[in-house]
């Protein structure tokens, strides 16, 4: 691996890889951009199969949570981190507390939250070595009632953008995944009189959106299949692929999933050809990193579902911009965040009195 070329390629500025010998802990913390504030992502436990996949795994999340930050208006820089293992082990307190100290080490240039692999609990362990980690069971807790407000809002722009009408009385919304997220979009989505079609791999979650909302239930990947207005992934990532995209029956792709396009380039461009909608799926979810910012800030519950409420208007400004310079939407997405890293790094800056007259 040509691990300085992939850096200056992504646009990194800085990695650390930390080794602890008494835990066995082997980690890897990346930051992408810090333009806008200290570089916040979560920690990644994961039994990569070399270390060139954890060194580009990191890499690539620590650049996509700059641009989640910046697309959110967050005064947050991007960073990630990754723990090399088998994140079924036990021996988790001596693990995550050497995670805590080289997180300590960076002195608040990165903030960590749990991830993939990781968990609230994980957390508290970090937090015995460090101040520099968000996401604590007894903060911020649940995101997913922010993080589906977020997407509730954008199928709202994508509405507008695609019908001229935000109303979503009557229309019908497939939800794939009735998790957390997928179960709290169902109720938003109820309140306004949408109809949803709805499946997920556990049966009970399907039977309380059924109970709750109303709502049909179908089997597995029948759910890519359903004639809809919306279709609203909310589980799994790469599941806008080869396969499914030629199922779909719907105008508009906007859920809570993160990586939802298998190739971006050649699975936006699949959804575009069949006229296809598609909300970014960082921007649509934008509302668990607003959550997380919201126990940095010291926000409320209600200002962090305010804040995800301005994600209707980054929707709309996504769509203009592609419609605008006939670009991708996922592109577009891209531009509003390097448009306000930009408008950030080019503030005049004001310097104190130099040199110092009692130097």
Known sequence: MQLFQNIVDLGLEQVVVCHDKASGYRGIIAIHDTTLGPALGGTRFWNYANDDEAFFDVLRLARGMTYKNAVAGLNLGGGKSVIIGDNRTTNRELIFRAHGRFVESLGGRYVTAEDVGTSTADMDYVHMETDYVAGLANKSGDPSPVTARGVFRSIQASAMS?????????????????????????????????????????????????????????????????????????????????????????????????????????????????????????????????????????????????KADEIYDTVLTVYAIAKAEGILTYLAADRVAEQRLAAVRGLVKTWPQWPRKDA
């Open 162 to 306: 695609r019908w001229g009408s935000s109303d979503l009385a009557g229309k019908t919304i497939t939800i794939q995944g009735c998790g957390n997220v997928g179960y709290y979009l169902a109720k938003e989505l109820t309140v306004v009189g949408a109809k949803l079609i709805v499946s997920d791999i556990r049966p009970e979650r399907v039977q309380r959106v059924v109970d709750e909302c109303g709502a049909k239930a179908v089997d597995g990947n029948a759910i890519f299949s359903e004639k809809a207005d919306v279709f609203a992934p909310c589980a799994l990532g790469a599941i806008l692929n080869d396969d499914t995209i030629s199922k779909l029956k719907v105008e508009i792709v906007c859920g809570g999933a993160n990586n939802q396009l298998l190739e971006p380039a050649k699975h936006a461009e699949a959804l575009a050809k069949r006229e296809i909608m598609y909300a970014p799926d960082y921007v649509a979810n934008a509302g668990g990193v607003i959550n997380v910012y919201s126990e940095l800030a010291g926000w409320t519950r209600e200002r962090s579902l305010r």
